[in-house]
């Protein structure tokens, strides 16, 4: 459908693709399908030349809380969050210190997409972060039902 001719392996987060690249003797540069923010792992690969970066889609960070978003948190109405990425728990935290609601975001919860984001958020003093078992979305809304 994708008009790939030959699909050698998948892999459910990076981690696992580079440890395949480290461990296989592939001669060609794999084409990486990616959007333009990558892991560093990521961009050490493409800068080795192991991949070739191509960028499917850009992203666009928000620069500020809605308003609505802002009296939610202030409420507690929001009790977690979503976090798919480093890039998005660096934008997520940038902005409640915008808002200077640090303190308050410290009580709601981080459902992290990996031990890397937890591991930055509570670096970052949120302290209620809830890791997925897997790298991927199943195993991430598995933890949220358990949680």
Known sequence: KLGMKQVEETFSDFNSFNSFLSHNKIKNQ???????????????????KKLNKIILYRTIAARHFRNETIELIKSGKINS????????????????????????????????LSSRIAEFMQNKGYNKCIISDDPNQDSLVSSIIKN
Do not use: F, P, W
């Open 30 to 48: 794999i084409n990486y399908l990616c959007g333009d923010i990558i892991t560093q792992e990521a961009e050490l690969a493409v800068e080795s």
């Open 81 to 112: 969050v979503i976090l798919y990425s480093q890039y998005t728990s660096l934008i997520y935290h940038q902005l409640i210190t915008e808002c200077k609601m640090e303190e308050r975001a410290q009580n709601i919860k981080c459902y992290c």
